[in-house]
């Protein structure tokens, strides 16, 4: 048992943890929880090592057992060791290092989402997590987004990183990666553009969108996207970005299912 929060191992998952310059070194990341790591060995994602409570429940217990079995150097550790691993106020008794992979893009990709300076980690999370459950293949993160494999971006994603290509790019890798796919690229703007629901989004299509504070970046307006809007007829000026984001997802969802 690991007593210790001194020992390198825990400062290895406290560095993962709170530095995304850490994550990046590494390749890896940390998943935390039983549903997580659930979705995690679903996945097929391979775990290098992890900590346990020892009151982990026998749900939890099984999942130590799988991750073990499959070569990860799993260890229980002292309460107050899970505390200070731990990224919440109330650990759940289980936390993962994962290695960081990327899905491979299907021969045809139609759907497909860019995330523009969208820095806040609920709503990256939730956005991605609507990209998964909308069918999309990939996610694009521009410059200015916070990482797609924080803490709090996994939990609000609850594990959709595992699903679908999560990507890194500079706006020149997102021209040159649009045009490859033949991808149509569709802006998302607060009052410019025609109404998202009258736009033809049975297309291979990808959506653009921004963070609620700035709007579209100059750089993701440079790439001459279709201007597409979300008419609000309520007294409010915008909607944040996961709401958006998810709203037009679901609406190529339900055009693709009618056509």
């Given at each position: ?8 191992r825990v400062q290895h998952i406290r560095n993962l943890q ?208 279709e201007a597409i809007q979300i008419r609000m007829p309520g ?25």
């Amino acid at each position: 048992m690991i007593s210790s929060v001194q020992n390198p191992r825990v400062q290895h998952i406290r560095n993962l943890q709170s530095r995304a310059k850490a994550r990046r070194e590494a390749g890896s990341f940390v998943a935390e929880g039983v549903r997580l790591a659930e979705e995690v060995l679903a996945a097929g994602w391979p775990v290098k090592q992890g900590f346990y409570s020892e009151g982990l429940d026998a749900r939890g217990q099984q999942l130590v057992a799988a991750f073990a079995a499959a070569g990860a150097q799993m260890e229980p550790v002292a309460e107050h060791v899970m505390a200070a691993s731990s990224d919440t106020k109330t650990p759940a008794g289980l936390l993962l290092e994962v290695t960081r992979q990327t899905l491979a893009l299907p021969p045809q990709l139609d759907l497909a989402i860019i995330l523009d300076r969208v820095n806040d980690p609920g709503n990256v999370g939730t956005l991605l997590r609507s990209a998964a459950a909308a069918g999309a293949q990939a996610a694009v993160l521009a410059p200015g987004c916070v990482d797609p494999f924080a803490p709090k971006v996994l939990r609000s994603g609850m594990g959709a990183q595992l699903r679908l290509a999560v990507l890194e790019y500079t706006w020149a890798e997102v021209r040159s990666w649009l045009q490859q796919h033949g991808l149509h690229a569709l802006l998302a703007e607060a009052n410019i553009g025609h109404p998202f629901d009258e736009v033809d989004l049975t297309r291979k299509l990808a959506f653009i969108v921004g963070g609620e504070a700035n709007g579209p970046s100059d750089e993701a307006r440079s790439l001459g996207a279709e201007a597409i809007q979300i008419r609000m007829p309520g007294q409010i000026e915008s909607l944040n970005a996961a709401t958006a984001g998810s709203l037009l997802l679901f609406e190529a969802v339900r055009q693709r299912r009618a056509s």
